[in-house]
């Protein structure tokens, strides 16, 4: 069986999922979403693509449904999805709306709890919690492992209560916070004294919106944020701030073993 995994990642989590996939699914590609929208063409030749990515605002990024729009994936014969928060059906749903353009749809899909980093709103998960999510990991691992490896189909809808919410509550939800909360957000970002000019915030940002100029970074206007939080979370000063948010106190997260590097290299376009 060829695969390919390709996923987006802001703190190690998705990256982390996509790792795990890979190493029980006799070694499938993984490509960074980042670097393959670089490419004049994107074109999969595997008969099994994965999408790995996290929640941003009840949905699936902005970066990766472009991803999709995109990338050339009628030849693959199984197309499954994972999302590293747990999250309403409508997500997958809506990629779906973007595959058939090409006649294609998941087969397959999953969301699995890990810690939420969008500090700016929800403090982060006590270290027993994240114990027991890494232990409800490890299980969903295998299980969604065993049923990619065997081209079933997975396709879990939503319980009454939450198909309520996710079709009346989350539409308002969302478009309030894309409209208002996020814009103003990108333009939040700075860093505070701490910052020591290491341009670890600058190599991470998968959007290429910060540059250095005289020791310290900017957040360039003219270039999209992609509300992934790789300059607050991987900076080693814990420097990177947003006004208004209190994220001063509201501590850091990187997914266990993720260096700054392993986010960076996303950015690397893909090889010829």
């Known amino acids: 069986m060829s695969a390919q995994i390709y996923f987006f990642s802001g703190t190690g989590n998705s990256l982390h999922v996509a790792r795990k996939l890979q190493e029980r699914l006799d070694g499938a590609e993984l490509v960074p979403i980042v670097g393959a929208l670089k490419a004049e063409r994107i074109s999969s030749a595997a008969e099994t693509v ?3 990515f996290p929640i941003h605002n009840l949905t699936s990024p902005a970066i990766v449904r472009t991803f999709v729009e995109r990338a050339d994936l009628r030849s693959a014969k199984y197309l499954f999805a994972v999302a590293t928060r747990e999250c309403s059906d409508i997500v997958f749903l809506e990629i779906d709306r973007l595959l058939a353009r090409q006649g294609k749809a998941l087969k397959a899909w999953f969301s699995v709890e890990m810690p939420c980093t969008y500090t700016p709103l929800f403090p982060l998960p006590s270290a027993k919690a994240k114990d027991e999510m890494e232990r409800k990991l490890k ?3 295998e299980r969604i492992a065993a049923v990619v490896a065997a081209g079933e189909e997975s396709r879990q809808r939503d319980d009454p209560v939450v198909f309520f919410f996710s079709r009346v ?3 308002a939800i969302k478009a309030y916070m894309f409209a208002f909360r996020f814009p103003g957000m990108a333009r939040s970002f700075y860093a505070d004294s701490k910052c ?3 341009g670890v915030c600058e190599r ?3 959007a290429g919106r910060i540059r250095m100029a005289a020791g310290r970074p900017e957040w360039r206007r ?3 944020c992609l509300y992934c939080f790789a300059c607050l979370h991987l900076c080693p000063a ?3 701030q947003l006004r208004g948010r209190n994220t001063g106190n509201r501590g850091r997260y990187r997914y266990p073993g993720t260096k700054a590097a392993d986010i960076q290299k996303q950015k690397e376009p893909p090889k010829p």
């Open 50 to 52: 994965g999408l790995v």
């Open 139 to 141: 299980e969903n691992l």
């Open 169 to 171: 509550m989350y539409p």
């Open 196 to 198: 020591t000019g290491c």
């Open 204 to 206: 991470v940002c998968p």
């Open 222 to 224: 003219d270039v999209d």
């Open 238 to 240: 814990q420097a990177v």
